[in-house]
């Protein structure tokens, strides 16, 4: 039987029950009335923690046997078990747990126990009998490749191909999906592949082997086949592809009118506007009641069924079977990851620490941080740094002066061009308050400056022609002239549409002719961590928080696809919790911007300090979004010596940007560096 939804009342007399396996909720709310009730199966792998939380453990029970998809799904089920104290009758505790040494769960029940200070939990510890389902693998298929369609990729020396998958690698019966491969043939005598993913999560590796795979062939020394694919949740090719929650951009729009989901959130300088604070909380219910929503639209709408099955674990399985069907099973696997194909990238390392080749992981999300809070609070801190890439910017302009940079007109030091740029986010900030349809409002004018923090290489091409651009528009708008600007403006004013290779941050909600994407809420949020208890109003006050105390400039963008992860349906088949800290079959490379606007460099240290000997940091003195973000031979030809000889630098390494290297007329990175004071900005 396949329920959806399970309550009842267990009559007196059934002592034994099995349930499942269920996809969606159970409760055990009376199972204290099952007095009689002994043997207990419950098959849950398709559970979230809501439901596991209202276990309840009778007291009559004899054997419990209970199915886990990953150890920390056991960890939580007993952390919130309830009268653990009562069951005195307790013969036998059968973990079945897919995937998970048993020592791993023992040590994680035993620190479970400790942290409940539950000494009651220990005596179920020698109960446990322990089974662990196998993984479920299948022949790896031979991958034929082929022209690729020219309408995805121009580079006209790529490959492509399709690679079957299962949708769940523990569960034949959830069917198959397919993988849209790309790749570069190596141009040197081919020692195996390079597989890279682009981040996102949702980026697409087609789009970014075609954008980046001279580049990836170059660094890799020519040695190796370049290989990428659009990953589960991505782009029309791959099954199951992109995540779609509505039919149409504009069921979506009429669905949020009226919210800051469509407007973003108005604020000024810290939320030090009292009136400013009352008015976000009031959007609080309805933000709330919307995604709550929206939950339910996903899980009902055409990628519904799908949900389960794109997150992150998942895409790492099908990396090494990818690997396995082209270098074979048990040859080293090289990746690259840069952004979010960092986390992909220390979930590979620690799932599979026995199959590490060469890996290099750039510009990090930090998986303990991922894997222990919840995102929709915590995910903001992704701005740490993104302050001081501004600070860079309004250094380099003021440096550059007006005639390199207009925007310091007037303005003689970085802290008057954050002057000048202020009273324009206020100005498009008043002109908002009064008409909220204005076409730049100032949450248009941060998500265009979090954008350029990405590239310096574009910091004096947005001072000199998009800046002026944005001043006249919002010149218009305040002097009630707002009909004179188009209403939809020239593409220069991302809204919702980010430019290519721009998808790599979540504060952008991507949509395209083919509608709004819920790829990255669907990866996100299937993954993070479950607190159903989190509220729109504890969100709210970490945004403000995040723009008093990390980020003045973007701790208020609105919309995430963050935010959502608490009324977010489903949670992932499989995820990956740590730990973070294996002992890796070949050394790694973190690499990292010293200021990266999405991944502050703390994340490279912490993963590296984690991994201990089996990584080296390299950090890049300068500014952007991972290090490909600015040239430097330096960092290069760590890379290039990495991939071609395995030789790494003795220990944690820094380079500079190349010095010719000028972001503003005249101006290069080490002279920003060395006029940046850290005022305030
Ligand atoms: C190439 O892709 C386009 C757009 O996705 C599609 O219409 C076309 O049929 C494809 N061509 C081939 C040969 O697959
Ligand atoms: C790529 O390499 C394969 C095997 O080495 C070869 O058969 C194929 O012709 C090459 N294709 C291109 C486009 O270089
Ligand atoms: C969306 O499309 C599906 C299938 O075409 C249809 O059943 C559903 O009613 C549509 N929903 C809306 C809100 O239009
Ligand atoms: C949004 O609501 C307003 C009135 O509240 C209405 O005039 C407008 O047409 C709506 N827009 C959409 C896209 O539904
Ligand atoms: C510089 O000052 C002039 C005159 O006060 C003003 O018109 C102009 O907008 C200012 N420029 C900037 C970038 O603030
Ligand atoms: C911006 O304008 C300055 C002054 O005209 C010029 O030197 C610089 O090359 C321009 N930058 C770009 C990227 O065109
Ligand atoms: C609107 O803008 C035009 C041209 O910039 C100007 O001539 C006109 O006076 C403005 N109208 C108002 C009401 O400010
Ligand atoms: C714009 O219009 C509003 C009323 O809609 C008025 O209060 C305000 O003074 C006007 N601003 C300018 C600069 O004309
Ligand atoms: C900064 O904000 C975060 C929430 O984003 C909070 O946890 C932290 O305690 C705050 N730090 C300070 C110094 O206020
Ligand atoms: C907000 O910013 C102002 C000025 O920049 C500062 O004086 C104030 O302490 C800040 N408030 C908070 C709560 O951080
Ligand atoms: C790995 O980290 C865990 C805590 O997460 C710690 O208990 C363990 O000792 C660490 N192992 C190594 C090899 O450092
Ligand atoms: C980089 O800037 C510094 C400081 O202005 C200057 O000394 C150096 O010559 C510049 N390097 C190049 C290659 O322009």
């Known amino acids: 039987m396949h329920w959806d939804r399970l309550i009842g009342v267990i009559p007196p007399l059934v002592s034994t029950l099995w349930l499942g396996p269920v996809h969606g909720q159970v409760y055990y709310p009376y199972l204290p009335c099952a007095s009689n009730l002994r043997n207990l199966t419950s098959l849950d792998t398709c559970m979230i923690d809501t439901e596991i939380s209202h276990l309840v453990l009778s007291p009559s029970i004899r054997t419990l046997r209970r199915v886990y998809s990953s150890a920390d799904r056991v960890m939580l089920a007993f952390d919130q078990l309830e009268c653990v104290e009562r069951a005195t009758v307790l013969e036998r505790l059968d973990i079945v747990c897919f995937g998970e040494t048993e020592k791993e769960v023992k040590s994680m029940l035993e620190e479970t126990a400790s942290r ?8 179920l510890l020698s109960l446990l009998t322990f089974s662990q389902v196998s993984i479920f693998t299948r022949a790896s298929p031979t991958i034929n490749w082929g022209p690729c369609n020219s309408s995805s990729i121009t580079n006209p020396a790529a490959l492509c191909s399709f690679f079957e998958i299962p949708l769940d690698y523990h569960n034949p019966e959830a ?75 504009e069921e979506h729009d009429a669905f949020f009118n009226g919210t800051i989901e469509l407007t973003g959130i108005e604020y000024t ?18 933000t709330q009641q919307k995604y709550k929503k929206l939950g339910e639209k996903c899980l009902s709408g055409p990628s519904g069924k799908y949900l389960r099955y794109v997150g992150a674990a998942a895409t790492v399985r099908d990396l090494v079977a990818l690997a396995d069907a082209l270098d074979g099973p048990h040859q080293p696997v090289n990746y690259i990851g840069t952004s979010y194909g960092t986390l992909l990238g220390s979930w590979f390392v620690n799932m599979f620490p026995e199959r590490v080749g060469k890996v290099i992981l750039d510009g990090v999300v930090d998986p303990v941080i991922f894997g222990t809070k919840q995102i929709s609070l915590s995910g ?30 007037n303005a003689s030091s970085a802290v008057e061009v954050d002057k000048n740029i202020q009273s324009l986010l206020q100005a498009a900030h008043d002109a908002a308050r009064k008409d909220p349809s204005v076409p730049v409002s100032s949450t ?40 004179l600007v188009p209403r939809d403006p020239a593409p220069i004013f991302v809204k919702k549409v980010p430019a290519l290779g721009r998808r790599d941050t979540p504060f952008v909600r991507r949509a395209d002719e083919s509608g709004v994407s819920y790829t990255s809420s669907a990866i996100w949020c299937g993954d ?24 003045r400039m973007y701790g208020g963008l609105w919309p995430a696809a963050i935010y ?6 489903v949670r992932s088949v499989e995820r990956y919790r740590g730990p973070f800290n294996k002992t890796l079959a070949n050394k790694i490379i973190i690499a990292s911007n010293l200021f990266d606007p999405a991944t502050p460099f703390a994340n490279a240290q912490n993963l590296a300090d984690l991994l201990g000997q089996s990584a080296t940091l390299v950090t890049q003195n300068g500014f952007g979004h991972t290090t490909f973000a600015a040239p430097s031979t330096c960092a290069n030809a760590i890379a290039n010596t990495y991939m071609t000889t395995g ?21 290069n990175t080490s002279a920003i560096l060395a006029n940046m004071h850290g005022s305030g900005f």
């Open 380 to 409: 903001g801190n992704i701005f740490t740094d993104s302050d001081r890439v501004y600070e860079g910017f309004v250094t380099g302009c003021a440096l550059a002066g007006s005639h390199g940079c207009p925007i310091a007109s």
């Open 116 to 123: 409940r200070s539950n000494p009651s939990l220990l005596p």
């Open 647 to 667: 030789k790494l630098p003795d220990g944690p390494t820094t380079c500079d940007v190349d010095a010719g290297f000028e972001l503003f007329e005249g101006v």
């Open 444 to 483: 248009d004018i941060r998500s265009q400056f979090l954008s350029q923090m990405y590239s310096p290489s574009g910091w004096s091409t947005f001072a000199n022609a998009t800046y002026p651009q944005l001043v006249q528009a919002v010149a218009q708008e305040t002097r009630n002239n707002s009909s």
């Open 528 to 551: 993070s961590i479950d607190r159903p208890s989190t509220t729109m109003l504890d969100v709210f006050d970490g945004i403000i928080a995040r723009s008093r105390n990390v980020s």
């Open 269 to 286: 300088g810290n939320f030090s506007d009292a009136a400013e604070v009352e008015t976000l909380y009031s959007q609080a219910s309805i």
């Open 564 to 569: 959502e992860c608490p009324f977010w349906p």
């Open 175 to 249: 069917g198959t999906g397919r993988l849209a491969l790309a790749k570069l043939n190596a141009t040197q005598e081919r020692r195996g592949s390079v597989f890279f993913n682009p981040g996102g999560p949702g980026g697409s590796g087609l789009e970014a082997l075609d954008a980046n795979g001279e580049t990836l062939l170059d660094v890799t020394g020519g040695l190796y086949d370049i290989v990428s694919w659009d990953p589960r949740g991505v782009g029309s090719l791959t099954i199951p592809g992109e995540i779609f929650c509505f039919n149409s951009t």
